[in-house]
């Protein structure tokens, strides 16, 4: 590659991509990323928010909706599983662009269901064009982002899922009593659409995957000269990469050439921290309640777990990229399974009990972004979607079991400092298959990537 602006007669992708400064086309892949998550976090929460409106407009029990609130859940878990290996198949970009469009149509159509069973079917069809947008937006947020700010990147753009969930309680408490419960799904159909038809127009590729699959030259340079207006490309110009394409179903990949061990570990700490997620922030209110704090209180706490969620995610990004992945994160798992233990105990003041669940969110809602940017980190272009993808699709089904779980030991009488003890288990499990990592999982740097074939078509 010649900087000077004269005709280069190689490109080295991964390098420029490593070494660039955060410009116009990144801030472009950057801000539509995250409109794309913010919505699919309201759209994905919208049901818990309107799901009182929809009692009261129906005249049904609230029981009725028992099944409604996971199905979104099972269409999530589909979507991550399989959209994921075709993102791998086919590109980051027709997926993110289609997945977008997909559950912007169905949140529109949720806005015109007549009866629970259409809510069902609705949200569970939804759910797998949702299911889509974390695990490809981190890949893609990882190969556009410069070296040293990469982990920070892909760490702090899943904040946008988190942001459009809390944002979406405060535009349905105010939506609702003024148009009605199905205004919430019409404007969470019409913002992404608005976003697809953006991304449809301005959201490239990303560049190392369309060189490791050595396809569309056109369209690679036309992105190449966005990306560094003064590269000189001509026919002639060869564009390397320091990784290559391997054929066959990615899946299978995730287990070859040593991955097998990392890969199931990966798994165990995404279903594990996810049930803890799922579970804490489904029954935490209500057992704070239990605990004898008034429901304003109980909300309040609630809350509190998701403003640690918010601020940890920076804050373990920062940390991350000054003391690497594994000893963070084993550390953070650590340390929740100390404060989710802590939450049941009797005698706490409530200052007290707000610091703890505020830790609490700091490592099991800030850490699973984490757990995302390390499997985006660890697998390779050509795997990179169908690694986080499935780790995040079996950790959904920890999403799915844990707040049932939770559901029978509450019926079972278990006491709160029982609970919050069974809660703490899953913390453990995660500290120590982080701590297993260490053996088994050898992350890529710059020393250790290796520069493959040239591109020379």
Known sequence: ???????????????????????????RVFALTMA????????????????????ADWGIGGAALRYV??????????????????????????????ATLFYAVMALATATAQDVNQLLWLRFIAGIGMGCIIPNSTALIGEFSPVKQRVTLMMCITVGFTAGAAIGGFVAAWMIPAFGWRSVFVLGGAVPLVVALFMAWGLPESLQFLAVRQRNRATLVRWLKQLNPSLQIDDSTRFLTTEQSKEGAPFVHLFREGRASSTVLLWIVNFMNLLILYSVTSWLPLLIAGMGYPTQTAVLMGAV???????????????????????????????????????????????????????????????????????ATYYPTYLRSTGIGWGLGVGRLGAIVGPYIGGVLLGNQWSTQQLFWAAALPALISTLTMSAMLFTMRLPGPATTQRQEAISH
């Open 69 to 98: 609130f996971p199905a979104a859940n099972v269409g999530v878990l589909i979507g991550s599983l399989v959209f994921s290996v075709v993102a791998d198949k086919i590109g980051r970009r027709p997926v993110l662009v289609g």
């Open 305 to 375: 777990l998701q403003t640690g969620g918010t601020i940890g995610t920076f804050g373990l990004a920062w940390l991350i990229a000054r003391g690497g992945f594994l000893p963070m994160l084993i550390s953070t798992f650590a340390i929740a399974t100390f404060s989710i233990a802590l939450i049941g105990q009797p005698g706490l003041s409530l200052a007290l009990l707000g610091a703890i669940v505020f830790v609490a969110g700091w490592c099991v809602i800030g850490g699973q972004p984490g757990i995302n940017a390390l499997s």
């Open 1 to 27: 590659m010649n900087r000077s602006g004269q005709a280069a007669s190689t490109v080295d992708i991964s390098e420029l991509l490593a070494t660039s400064k955060i410009g116009p086309l990144q801030k």
């Open 36 to 55: 794309s998550l913010i919505m699919d976090g309201f759209d994905v929460q919208a049901m818990s928010y309107v799901a009182p409106a929809v009692v």
